[in-house]
């Protein structure tokens, strides 16, 4: 069936760089874009940028421009989320999302989540 | 940047018909989804441009968009209907998706 898996739990110090990881399967890769977003402790969801694996354009929230680097690895269908300079307020659950449209049709798959945790 | 206004709560007794909405200015212009969460789980979509269901979503589940308000209503609301749901839409001013604060659903 069709799934986003994404990569487990991760605790970093302030300042650091978080990897979180999001592999596709039951689909093609390349047939849809992948968005990434995140959700505080109690609060609600915030889309962070959105990349095209085929050709790997992406477009990124105002907001985390110069920290956040979206990449995709076709060979393995697996998409990555990159945000450096941690400070406290990143803590959060991230997510990848795929949808077939940049602006039609909603995310219709999403990975489980991955908890970032920043903690000196 | 655009704002999209919902209520943080909306109560509703199983069986009956719960509504909620989604502000924004003149939101009836672009195609609006809908977002269904669980504690602890991740989002699923429940409609999509407006008023679409995807494959699996009860027909309970629909959707409606004009003006500066988009609606979200679920019928015969059932206890498993309890949760978060977010709005969604396409902010083509700055290029940017934007959701919604999210409406808790408690069904009493």
């Known amino acids: 069936q069709v799934q986003l898996v994404q990569s487990g739990a991760e605790v970093k110090k302030p300042g650091a760089s978080v990897k979180v990881s999001c592999k596709a399967s039951?689909?093609?890769?390349?047939?849809?874009?992948i968005y990434w977003v995140r959700q505080a402790p109690g609060q609600g969801l915030e889309w962070m940028g959105i990349?095209?694996?085929?050709?790997?354009?992406?477009t990124y929230a105002q907001k985390f421009q110069g920290r956040v680097t979206m990449t995709s690895d076709t060979s393995t269908s697996t998409v990555y989320m990159e945000l450096s300079s941690l400070r406290s307020e990143d803590a959060a659950v991230y997510f990848c999302?795929?949808?077939?449209?940049?602006?039609?049709?909603?995310?219709?798959?999403w990975g489980q989540g991955t908890t970032v945790t920043v903690s000196s | 940047s655009y704002v999209l206004t919902q209520p943080p709560s909306v109560s509703v007794a199983p069986g009956q018909t719960a509504r909620i909405t989604c502000g924004g200015n003149?939101?009836?212009?672009?195609?609006v989804h809908w977002y269904q969460q669980k504690p602890g789980q991740a989002p699923v979509l429940v409609v999509y441009?407006?008023?679409d269901r995807p494959s699996g979503i009860p027909e309970r589940f629909s959707g409606s968009n004009s003006g500066n308000t988009a609606t979200l209503t679920i019928s015969r609301v059932e206890a498993g209907d309890e949760a978060d749901y977010s709005c969604?839409?396409?902010?083509?001013?700055?290029?940017?998706?934007?959701f919604g604060g999210g409406t808790k659903l408690t069904v009493l």
């Open positions: 990349i095209n694996p085929s050709g790997g354009n992406t």
């Open positions: 441009d407006d008023s």
């Open positions: 039951g689909y093609i890769l390349t047939n849809y874009y």
């Open positions: 969604q839409v396409w902010d083509s001013s700055s290029d940017h998706w934007v």
């Open positions: 999302a795929r949808g077939p449209d940049v602006y039609y049709y909603g995310m219709d798959v």
């Open positions: 003149n939101i009836g212009s672009t195609s």
